[in-house]
């Protein structure tokens, strides 16, 4: 489907003369509509360079000058997850007051509203935190002449934009000429990845339905919440301990590396590298269809696309997110 000098393609139909000859479909297998696979951005397509227990403890004292145990501080921060679920807020809602309450059982003096914004917002001016691994950049080359990529986010957009554009990550998303697909929770005006958020998504991506979209995340807490929805979803854990924990969630799929994502991509729409020796014949698995969903939700009739989900190459917006 071509919209506006947009090319969202079949994942059966390379729109690419040198991608056909790398990828074949397998005529026996029932392909999967795929208008786009969607990438959560922070702590899947960027991961933190440290650990989360001393990411969040390297923060803490350089705001306020407090040395905690790493552990110890995450095992608060679990408790505080706990105790005050996010239930749909935007993360820049969310963080601060949590924060707040951790510099106060650490013991810590100042403006301590200053200082709990502070340490949210360390995690995105700070972009030597993160970085993005060679395996998932293949990932990333691999899929984006195959289809539109776009990163779903709760984060504040300009600077998850920054990030991005900081790690080289931009240029794998852009469509068409149109620029780079960013949606974060401010620009939607909705909460990641609720059913309000993930429609609109869909209809300015110009999908039929939700379904269309694939999710690539890292959390069983949220992102995994897009399967109740039937977005076939993927959960990154690098760990693999979520292969050999079972996991219930309908339409949630966990892999333990970027290869595995692109496996489970194929798997799911029917397609095979052009290897026959690896093909295994009849042993090729099933595309995963039926997913227990509680609704096939189509989207309404596109609205006039004002390109306020645009961000050109030059990163300048053409509106302002605040």
Same mark, same amino acid.
């Given at each position: 489907m071509d919209t506006s000098g947009e090319r969202i393609a079949s994942w059966t139909e390379p729109h690419d003369r040198k991608e056909a000859a790398m990828v074949a479909p397998t005529p026996h297998l029932t392909t999967l509509r795929v208008g786009?696979?969607? /990438?959560?951005?922070?702590?899947?397509?960027?991961?933190?360079?440290?650990?989360?227990? =001393?990411?969040?403890?390297? !923060?803490?004292?350089?705001?306020?000058? &407090?040395?905690?145990?790493?552990?110890?501080?995450?095992? /608060? !921060?679990t408790e505080l997850k706990r105790q005050h679920p996010r239930s749909g807020r935007d993360m820049d809602e969310y963080w601060p007051p949590l924060n707040r309450m951790l510099l106060e059982h650490v013991g810590a003096s100042g403006d301590l509203d200053r200082m709990a914004l502070r340490m949210h917002e360390q995690h995105y001016d700070d972009a030597s935190l993160y970085c993005v691994r060679d395996d998932m950049r293949e990932l990333l080359e691999w899929a984006a002449p195959l289809v539109s990529l776009v990163v779903l986010s709760n984060q504040q957009q300009g600077r998850l934009i920054g990030l991005l554009r900081h790690h080289d990550v931009l240029r794998y998303f852009e469509n068409g000429g149109r620029g780079t697909r960013v949606y974060t929770s401010g620009h939607i005006k909705h909460s990641k990845p609720s059913r309000e958020y993930l429609r609109a998504v869909a209809r300015k991506l110009r999908l039929k339905s939700v379904r269309e979209l694939i999710l690539v995340g890292n959390s069983l807490e949220n992102d995994a919440q897009a399967a109740k929805?039937?977005?076939?979803? =993927? &959960?990154?854990?690098?760990?693999?301990?979520?292969?050999?924990?079972?996991?219930?969630?309908?339409?949630?799929?966990?892999?333990?590396?970027? =290869?595995? !994502?692109?496996s489970w991509i194929e798997r799911l729409c029917g397609f095979v590298a052009e290897q026959p020796s690896d093909r295994g014949g009849n042993g090729v698995p099933e595309p995963e269809v039926g997913l227990a969903a509680e609704e096939d939700l189509p989207v309404d009739e596109p609205e006039p696309d004002d390109q306020s989900d645009v961000v050109p190459p030059n990163g300048d917006r053409t509106t302002d997110e605040g």
């Open positions: 786009a696979v969607g /990438f959560d951005a922070t702590h899947t397509l960027l991961e933190a360079v440290a650990s989360r227990p =001393a990411l969040e403890a390297k !923060i803490l004292k350089d705001v306020s000058g &407090i040395d905690v145990d790493p552990d110890t501080l995450w095992t /608060f !921060i929805l039937g977005v076939r979803t =993927a &959960i990154l854990d690098r760990s693999g301990l979520l292969n050999r924990v079972p996991v219930t969630l309908p339409g949630v799929t966990p892999v333990d590396s970027p =290869a595995a !994502i692109r």
